[in-house]
């Protein structure tokens, strides 16, 4: 392989994977890193949450605003730098409106593909209260905007789908070399046009 190749490789992959708490996206992501033959790492949210001290989000709605725009663009500049480096990524995350702002401005020109994690309220709220590591109602309060107005490459629905079930239905999706749309459709959507 010449030197400017690996100096320079072509784009990773970047698979989106947006849904509520608990609808099952870091066991999906698990389940993509292990069975696609590439390797593909996780960039998962709740382990840029995990540095967060106690009572982080104490504070009056200017900082926290701040706060949610430097973790969104921390999570999006980690897949970028992957992606340039040739590394293919997952990423799960929960897109609140800000954070597909923050998506689509940071991703751009990169091979992005988004995928729907959809479930149930009722199944979210069992989850939610059987896992005990959430506050309860979380799930509740992002269940209605989530996925409102927005554009997908692939959805599924992990309320009516065991994870193994989910999990296939996505690995054969990417495997059967799909073309990514939803990146440019949602930067239409937010900007008007693609950069």
């Known amino acids: 392989m010449p030197i400017t190749e690996m100096l320079h ?19 999906l992501s698990r389940y993509l890193c292990e069975n696609l033959i590439e390797h593909h790492l996780q960039i998962e949210l709740d382990a840029f949450r995990n540095m967060e001290p106690a009572n982080y989000w104490d504070v009056e709605k200017q900082v926290i605003q701040v706060r949610v725009a430097a973790l969104c663009r921390a999570i999006n500049a980690t897949a970028v730098t992957f992606s340039r480096h040739g590394q293919a990524v997952i990423v799960d ?11 689509l401005e940071d991703l751009v020109g990169l091979p992005v593909f988004i995928v729907g994690v959809f479930c149930s309220l009722e199944i979210l709220i069992e989850r939610e209260l059987a896992r005990g590591d ?6 509740k309060s992002q269940f209605d905007s989530i996925h409102a107005n927005r554009h997908y490459d692939y ?10 079930d989910c999990g296939q239905s996505v690995l054969e999706w990417l495997r059967s070399g799909p073309n990514p749309t939803a990146f440019s459709k949602m930067h239409r959507q937010f900007f008007g046009s693609v950069n």
């Open 134 to 139: 959430r506050k309860i109602g979380l799930a």
């Open 9 to 27: 490789p072509s784009y990773g992959t970047i698979v989106v994977l947006n849904g509520p708490s608990s609808a099952g996206k870091s066991t």
């Open 93 to 103: 995350h929960v897109l609140s409106p800000d954070a597909w702002h923050y998506m």
């Open 155 to 164: 959805v599924l629905d992990t309320s009516s789908s065991s994870p193994l």
